[in-house]
C-alpha cells in the first residue's frame, strides 16, 4: 500500500551531461575562475618564500643599513603585487 506518494527515480548525471548546455559565455566564465583558483592557490606558497626571504634578511648581520631597507621595501612590493593579483 502507498500513502499517496509517488516513488521518484532520479537520474545520475555524467559530468559531460553538466558541460553539454554551456554556451560560450558559460565556458569563459569556467575559464576565468580556473584561472582564479589556481592565482589564488598559488598564493599562499608566494607568502611562504617571501616571509622566508624578510626572515633571511633580518637574521644576516648586515652592516649596511641601506642594504637592509632596500631588500624589505623590494619585499614589501613584491607582497602588495600578490595581494593585488589575489584580489583581482
Do not use: W
Amino acid at each position: 500500500m502507498t500513502d499517496g506518494k509517488k516513488e521518484v527515480h532520479q537520474r545520475v548525471a555524467k559530468i559531460s551531461d553538466l558541460f553539454s548546455t554551456a554556451d560560450l559565455y558559460d565556458c569563459i566564465l569556467m575559464i576565468i575562475g580556473a584561472i582564479g583558483s589556481i592565482v589564488t592557490g598559488a598564493c599562499l606558497p608566494c607568502f611562504c618564500i617571501l616571509f622566508g626571504k624578510i626572515i633571511d634578511t633580518l637574521n644576516v648581520d648586515n652592516s649596511s643599513e641601506n642594504k637592509l631597507e632596500n631588500v624589505i621595501d623590494l619585499v614589501n612590493l613584491l607582497f602588495l603585487i600578490i595581494i593585488f593579483g589575489d584580489i583581482l
